[in-house]
T-cell receptor, first 116, second 111 residues
């Protein structure tokens, strides 16, 4: 089945550091990928929709200059958390739909970001 | 806007059946999903159903959809300790759209 790979799985860094997270579709092309954020013991909240070859669409309340998204190819989207602060500590998960009719969304394994 | 609700917690004994319920508000929901999340891990797609279906069975998993009541359920037969996890119900209008998730149901399976 469709596989989505996300790296890194865990990041611990100091406040002020910028962190890049990669999301790859391994066996299919994805014109659209999604980035979600999950706080402890909470559900997933959509942050932004990543569109190949164009600007990402951000949800209300998500700072586009804080969370930079680049979708330069049909198999790769990156999320960069710029100048991260402790309140950015969270679990970030990407997803993508396979090509074809009625393909469900598959998720990466997530990236746990801890800002000290 | 769309809203998806689930009960927060379910405890069952090993070998029993588990039934996790979900309700949604968007009558345009066409695709309904069940995902499993183990501690510290990402989401694993368990199964999904389209709104033109009433039931879908896949090994130990049975999904029932009552479109009139906007109610979705996931039944796990012969529940095992390895089934302990958080189960998320999610919906979308089309496969290409982002999903709206429920709050998740924590399933605890007691030996």
């Amino acid at each position: 089945g469709a596989v989505v790979s996300q790296h890194p799985s865990r990041v611990i860094c100091k406040s002020g550091t910028s962190v890049k997270i990669e999301c790859r579709s391994l066996d299919f092309q994805a014109t659209t990928m999604f980035w979600y954020r999950q706080f402890p013991k909470q559900s997933l909240m959509l942050m932004a929709t990543s569109n190949e070859g164009s600007k990402a669409t951000y949800e209300q309340g998500v700072e586009k200059d804080k969370f930079l998204i680049n979708h330069a190819s049909l198999t790769l989207s990156t999320l960069t958390v710029t100048s991260a602060h402790p309140e950015d500590s969270s679990f970030y998960i990407c997803s993508a739909s396979g090509q074809g009719i009625n393909q469900p969304q598959h998720f990466g394994d997530g990236t746990r970001l801890s800002i000290l | 806007g769309e809203d998806v609700e689930q009960s927060l917690f379910l405890s069952v004994r090993e070998g029993d059946s588990s039934v996790i319920n979900c309700t949604y508000t968007d009558s345009s929901s066409t695709y309904l999903y069940w995902y499993k999340q183990e501690p510290g891990a990402g989401l694993q797609l368990l199964t999904y159903i389209f709104s033109n279906m009433d039931m879908k069975q896949d090994q130990r998993l049975t999904v029932l959809l009552n479109k009139k009541d906007k109610h979705l359920s996931l039944r796990i037969a012969d529940t095992q300790t390895g089934d302990s996890a958080i189960y998320f119900c999610a919906e979308s209008r089309t496969p290409g759209r982002a999903l709206t998730f429920g709050s998740g149901t924590r399933l605890q399976v007691q030996p």
